[in-house]
């Protein structure tokens, strides 16, 4: 008996630990139908980002655009180059990216490595990335981005809705200022969340 209550003692302290640790997050705003907010990072000056909503759309597009390598043009114009290093379908794949930085920031590179999961049960789908910087070596004229995730969180819902979140985090590394970034990171999943809706919502109408 003890020991059972030592257990769940030690057990509590760990749970209170993870709450206090952990940063709520902040509703910004809602735009377009979809609900915007920001999280400050532990250990570091630059805030996280995520989004959501519910979208009219097949579960199948959605995937489809999500995580597939055949589809890429729809990330934005700041993605100036991506190579596929790896890829196995509906499983991992692995990008290498340059971003277009604008001036007078210096351009930056990205090895993302991307797992992609299905739970049977509930049919939730997550893409989840995160960095690997020694699969590709540093180049002249770039800055490397080390401190990234991102997770996408497709799941069905009932009468053809699909609720579609993005969650993420990016250490721009170099000279940024984090007073600037915060400013903006927050139009990161109102673009892409908007262009998925874009290219995979039905013209049906609610039921």
Do not use: C
């Amino acid at each position: 008996m003890q020991k059972l209550l030592a257990f769940i003692f030690t057990a509590l302290l760990q749970m209170s630990a993870l709450t206090a640790g952990a940063q709520s997050w902040n509703f910004i705003k809602e735009k377009e139908g979809f609900r915007l907010y920001t999280r400050q990072e532990a250990n570091s000056s630059f805030k996280s980002f995520r989004g959501e909503a519910e979208i009219r759309a097949d579960m199948d597009k959605v995937s489809s655009l999500i995580g597939n390598i055949k589809n890429l043009d729809w990330w934005g114009d700041d993605v100036h180059d991506i190579t596929v290093l790896a890829f196995e379908k509906d499983r991992h794949i692995r990008y290498y990216f340059v971003y277009d930085v604008p001036w007078p920031f210096t351009d930056r590179d990205l090895v993302a490595d991307v797992t992609i999961s299905e739970d049977s049960a509930t049919g939730i789908r997550t893409v989840y990335s995160h960095p690997l910087p020694d699969v590709v070596p540093e180049k002249h004229g770039l800055i490397r981005v080390t401190n990234y995730w991102q997770k996408w969180t497709i799941r069905p819902l009932n009468n053809g809705m699909i609720h579609l979140t993005l969650e993420g985090f990016i250490d721009p590394a170099g000279s940024v200022p984090a007073w600037l970034y915060n400013m903006v990171i927050i139009d990161t999943p109102l673009r892409l969340l908007r262009e998925v809706q874009k290219r995979v919502q039905t013209d049906q109408t609610p039921g």
